[in-house]
């Protein structure tokens, strides 16, 4: 049973929001039960290896410190704010949250972050390059929404925050406790703490088109022989020496073109899991490991990215940049350690005989693990 649901029409906000205008939706969680309170992220936030940092606001001035941070460091006056990155992957309370997105694919998934804000604290003017769900925790929190941004809005000088110079307010809502609001890519917003508040951010992600371009190409070019050559079996006389045509380019293209005209769905696989660091590689399953012996359990490692592309009568699996094969049979047990749900071992090795070559592979990955 899902602990958490967002009050959303899914069609409309698809059809009309989802990467196109911001969208506040009041009581978007009904009878929100927040995830972790202000001291518990404080305590979090201690912790090495997180990706957490307090910012303050004094003034015109702003200024970040980065973490792990100590009890001293939250002793401080005025008006700042602890923001701590993939509370997910250490509270399975915040890690339900994704489940109220999964009308989206959950390969668009990145993390849950959550902040804590005295009064007055803020992250500032900015915009994101992800769509983001932010969701009001404990408080209040005034947030005021802009423009489209890009690249070259002015940004402000003499800090290390990406913070616009220029920020025009559109829109503005007091947010309570289980107000949601959603904000595409580039749209400028600005929250203020109005009282001490706590905050929810589901964030999203999304492969640069050039690192789609990269792998594709790499992997294009590993199955290119290498005497296929530029080929103009129709050419005509030249009338200039040295001379590149507009046909030489035209052909030229049209033949790099034909290279494009592949449905091999590996390279973009690939490319979306292998953009989030994942967990530590397991030990190599080849020295014999017992699945049986691992536990009753298998769990997807909350770090970890997993993908699957049915293709035919196969499908195709990703996790960590790589590929393997596997049987649609298998297909149920992808979908549920894809949405954070936990399979047993024994079902998953009787669903065919391919399971346990599947498991070996993601668990050397470092994509599971398993448990009593």
Known sequence: MLRYRLQLDVTEFLAQYWQRKHLFVPGGFENFEVPADGDELAGLAMESGLDSRIVVHEGYSWHQERGPFTTNSYDRPGSWTLLVHGVDQHWDDAAELLHAVRFLPTWRLDDVMMSYATDGGSAGPHYDNYD??????????????????????????????????????????????????????????????????????????????????????????????????????????????GEITTEDLNLARAQLLSVFDNDDPRWFGEAITNSAAGSDPAPDPATELNLEEQGTWVARTPESRIAWHARNDELLVFAHGCTHDAPVALQKTLEALCGNEDVLLEETLNAHDAARGLLLWLYTEGAIFFYD
């Not at 489209?148 to 002015?154: A, F, I, M, R, T």
Request: proline letters at 5%.
């Open 132 to 241: 983001v769900f932010i969701i009001q925790g404990a408080g209040q929190r005034l947030w005021q929404i802009g423009g489209l941004c890009n690249g070259e809005s002015p940004l402000l000088q003499d800090t290390d925050l990406r913070l616009l110079a220029d920020f025009e307010v559109h829109s503005e809502y007091l947010m309570n406790t289980g107000d949601v609001l959603y904000v595409p890519p580039g749209i400028a917003h600005y929250g203020t703490s109005v009282g001490e508040s706590t905050s929810f951010s589901i964030g999203f992600r999304a492969p640069r088109q050039s690192d789609l371009l990269a792998r594709w190409a790499d992997n294009r070019l590993t199955d290119l022989e290498d005497d296929l050559l530029f080929q103009d079996p129709a050419r005509e006389a030249a009338k200039h020496a």
